[in-house]
């Protein structure tokens, strides 16, 4: 132990761990840092080595009885059955299922989907229903044969602290310096502060940011293999990361079919890792995250706030030099084509990834650090309760080149690194200017990559600057674009290229270590990239016969076209009821998925004598149950006198197909091509008449 370790068992007995320990044990499992540091607490609670090996075998025994790796599903459920109950550490789910009117658990390496739970456990735990928590669960097994299940949980326990004092921890923290702080902090995320200069410490602070600060918007870029999903998936059980891929308004933010708040209401950051994959189905889902993003709030049939803030990290690819003194390339290169300026404009701090250190044992520390579960407690506090965004406005004078968001960028920033460096409150202002440097430069870099996009001079002002204790106006940069004339002066079509306030009187805070920037290339005029969406093809009426055997019929390539800006469609069929057929009618509503502002499909239909009633309707509770999902509400209607087939969309256009939905032939195999892909599938002969009505 050094004088930081002793220092910190003095005031924080019992709430620090021996970080060297958890990398002991870590490999080889993928349970979350704070589940192993809540075990790790539990048994290893000692500066004695004897007690310490005790403790460590205590925690591996714990590990081998009670968590489940996916490959020994079947040998727990069997403990189960065989023991009667168990103890198990594992992520639990819940769910609703409606049309059984009940709740169903799961627990992510038990492999059963159908565990009874009881209405006080997700009661008391909301996010059991968004995301699931990891949690010490006694299942125990069923014997009543008639019940339809095998499971129920007995007893759940979720792994975080029962209780957090957090005026103690503001008052212990008192005995530490600054520096010794950061350095803690450092350590409880299980780095080694003497193998980090202190702007790589910030770097790391400031993929806390989130955790700490309410609605704060933070991106970071970078090489692979920084750790930058490390802190959203590891560190904290209130963040979640959403790896990349499909997202929807529905799941982010709300479910107007189940009247439902989605994983804002429910987490205190939510992170998008390789966010250069992500796809948004509904582009209502950009613009409420735009206001999302602005201020905590978003209408979408009912009015929401909440406290999330979304970080954004993914790779970049370019070298960072070559991207700055280029023309053609702005660091924002890999966000997706949906994200436009209006969101990037919403970014509190960039953080230059391609400054931090590669994972590798050596930056590993052996120190003690606080539990991560504790130091995480204490930033869910400050993000929930504690505001310093007003003690920043007020001392905090910015320049003139510092516009709105800027400034509730920069401010937001520097409340952050207060809450997670000053929880006690005082701070010098050698300290303060350190956090007002570092946020300015954050935000600068947002604001340039803009102005680099944008033709025009909107985001010109990209010299921020403040004014500090003396009263002198310092300008920041970003090391590196200095002397990158293609960033910070861009060629602009009708503007004066001289940059704004560019006097000697104003002395940069910060250089690059190297400051013989390699020069720009070849100069060429810049302008923005004009992007204009295809024109929408004139829709007309169309009649046209489908041949026997033909191929190269889908759905989509049918009624796709028509539902532009369609909210709903109502879908005519008596022959809906084989199996074959709600096969069709699934197929049909992926392809009306396609078309995001799709809200409703009604289905009426019909059935005769030889129809299963229960289970066709099973089936299409099914249907409907998974629309929901997509926030698409199903609405199923019986006519018994339905003879006719139509297909009518609200935009004041209707599709007749002689023989419905079903015109396709049945394959002679399910193993053959044609069978997932209808474009390929022959085809029985019918007519289809696309016509406009009165809307």
């Known amino acids: 132990m050094d004088a930081l370790d002793e220092k910190l068992l003095e005031h924080f007995e019992g709430k620090a761990v021996r970080k060297d320990l958890l990398h002991r044990i870590k490999k080889g499992t993928n349970v979350p840092t704070f589940v192993l540091e809540f075990l790790l607490a539990r048994f290893c609670a000692s500066d004695d080595e004897d007690e310490i090996q005790e403790g460590l075998s205590a925690v591996l025994e714990t590990l081998n009885d009670n968590y489940v790796r996916p490959d020994e599903a079947n040998a727990a459920q069997s403990k189960v059955a065989t023991k009667g109950k168990h103890k198990f550490i594992d992520k639990v789910h819940v769910r609703y299922v409606e049309k059984e009117k009940r709740h169903w658990a799961s627990l992510e390496n038990f492999n059963s989907q159908r565990i009874a739970i009881g209405e006080k456990f997700y009661k008391n735990n909301d996010r059991l229903l968004e995301g699931?928590?990891?949690?010490?669960?006694?299942?125990?097994?069923?014997?009543?044969?008639?019940?339809?299940?095998?499971?129920?949980?007995?007893?759940?326990?979720?792994?975080?602290?029962?209780?957090?004092?957090?005026?103690?921890?503001?008052?212990?923290?008192?005995?530490?310096?600054?520096?010794?702080?950061?350095?803690?902090?450092?350590?409880?995320?299980?780095?080694?502060?003497?193998?980090?200069?202190?702007?790589?410490?910030?770097?790391?602070?400031?993929?806390?940011?989130?955790?700490?600060?309410?609605?704060?918007?933070?991106?970071?870029?970078?090489?692979?293999?920084?750790?930058?999903?490390?802190?959203?998936?590891?560190?904290?059980?209130?963040?979640?990361?959403?790896?990349?891929?499909?997202?929807?308004?529905?799941?982010?933010f709300y479910n107007n079919a189940r009247r439902k708040v989605g994983l804002v209401g429910y987490w205190d950051t939510i992170a998008f890792d390789e966010v250069g994959n992500m796809r948004v189905k509904d582009p209502d889902t950009i613009q409420i995250m735009k206001d999302f993003m602005a201020n905590g709030r978003f209408s979408r049939g009912a009015e929401v706030i909440a406290d999330a803030s979304m970080a954004f990290i993914g790779n970049l690819d370019l070298g960072v030099k070559q991207v700055v003194n280029s023309t053609e390339y702005d660091l924002f290169q890999p966000l997706p084509k949906e994200f436009d300026l209006a969101i990037m404009d919403r970014f509190c701090m960039y953080m230059p990834g391609w400054e931090m250190p590669k994972n590798s044992s050596e930056f590993l520390t052996g120190n003690y650090g606080f539990i991560t579960d504790y130091l995480a407690e204490a930033f869910h506090y400050q993000l929930k309760h504690?505001?310093?965004?007003?003690?920043?406005?007020?001392?905090?004078?910015?320049?003139?080149?510092?516009?709105?968001?800027?400034?509730?960028?920069?401010?937001?920033?520097?409340?952050?690194?207060?809450?997670?460096?000053?929880?006690?409150?005082?701070?010098?202002?050698?300290?303060?200017?350190?956090?007002?440097?570092?946020?300015?430069?954050?935000?600068?870099?947002?604001?340039?990559?803009?102005?680099?996009?944008?033709?025009?001079?909107?985001?010109?002002?990209?010299?921020?600057?403040?004014?500090?204790?003396?009263?002198?106006?310092?300008?920041?940069?970003?090391?590196?674009?200095?002397?990158?004339?293609?960033?910070?002066?861009?060629?602009?079509?009708?503007?004066?290229?001289?940059?704004?306030?560019?006097?000697?009187?104003?002395?940069?805070?910060?250089?690059?270590?190297?400051?013989?920037?390699?020069?720009?290339?070849?100069?060429?005029?810049?302008?923005?990239?004009?992007?204009?969406?295809?024109?929408?093809?004139?829709?007309?009426?169309?009649?046209?016969?489908?041949?026997?055997?033909?191929?190269?019929?889908?759905?989509?390539?049918?009624?796709?076209?028509?539902?532009?800006?369609?909210?709903?469609?109502?879908?005519?069929?008596p022959y809906i009821r084989a199996n074959h057929q709600i096969q069709n009618f699934i197929r049909f509503c992926e392809a009306v998925l396609k078309q995001p502002t799709i809200k409703k499909i009604q289905l009426i239909t019909n059935y005769d004598e030889k129809t299963d009633v229960k289970e066709m309707a099973e089936k299409l509770q099914d249907v409907k149950q998974s629309l929901l999902e997509f926030d698409v509400e199903l609405d199923i209607k019986v006519n018994e006198n339905l003879h006719d087939r139509e297909i009518r969309i609200d935009n004041g256009w209707a599709v007749k197909i002689g023989r419905g939905l079903d015109f396709y032939q049945r394959p002679d195999s399910w193993f053959g091509v044609g069978v997932t892909d209808l474009s390929l599938r022959k085809c029985l002969e019918t007519k289809v008449d696309i016509y406009e009505t009165d809307k």
């Open 386 to 573: 504690t505001n310093r965004y007003e003690e920043v406005s007020k001392r905090l004078k910015l320049g003139q080149c510092v516009e709105g968001r800027d400034e509730k960028g920069i401010n937001k920033t520097v409340a952050a690194y207060l809450k997670m460096l000053h929880p006690h409150g005082d701070c010098s202002d050698e300290d303060f200017e350190e956090y007002v440097v570092y946020a300015i430069e954050g935000r600068r870099r947002v604001k340039e990559q803009m102005n680099k996009r944008k033709p025009d001079d909107e985001f010109i002002n990209i010299g921020l600057s403040f004014f500090n204790a003396e009263g002198t106006e310092i300008v920041v940069d970003c090391p590196e674009s200095v002397g990158a004339d293609a960033t910070t002066n861009p060629m602009k079509p009708g503007i004066s290229n001289a940059t704004p306030d560019d006097g000697e009187s104003h002395k940069p805070i910060r250089t690059p270590e190297n400051n013989e920037a390699k020069p720009p290339v070849a100069e060429t005029q810049h302008t923005a990239e004009a992007i204009s969406e295809p024109a929408l093809a004139v829709l007309k009426e169309q009649h046209f016969t489908i041949t026997y055997d033909s191929v190269g019929y889908s759905y989509e390539s049918i009624i796709l076209p028509y539902l532009n800006e369609a909210k709903s469609l109502v879908i005519e069929d």
């Open 132 to 252: 699931g928590i990891w949690a010490e669960v006694t299942l125990c097994h069923n014997e009543i044969e008639e019940d339809d299940y095998a499971f129920y949980i007995e007893d759940l326990r979720p792994i975080q602290l029962s209780r957090f004092d957090y005026e103690a921890y503001c008052e212990n923290r008192g005995h530490y310096s600054r520096d010794e702080w950061l350095d803690i902090v450092m350590r409880s995320v299980g780095l080694e502060p003497t193998k980090l200069t202190k702007r790589v410490k910030f770097h790391f602070l400031a993929r806390l940011a989130s955790l700490v600060e309410a609605n704060y918007n933070f991106i970071e870029l970078g090489p692979r293999g920084t750790g930058k999903s490390y802190f959203y998936s590891e560190f904290s059980p209130y963040s979640t990361l959403i790896s990349g891929g499909q997202t929807s308004s529905a799941s982010l």
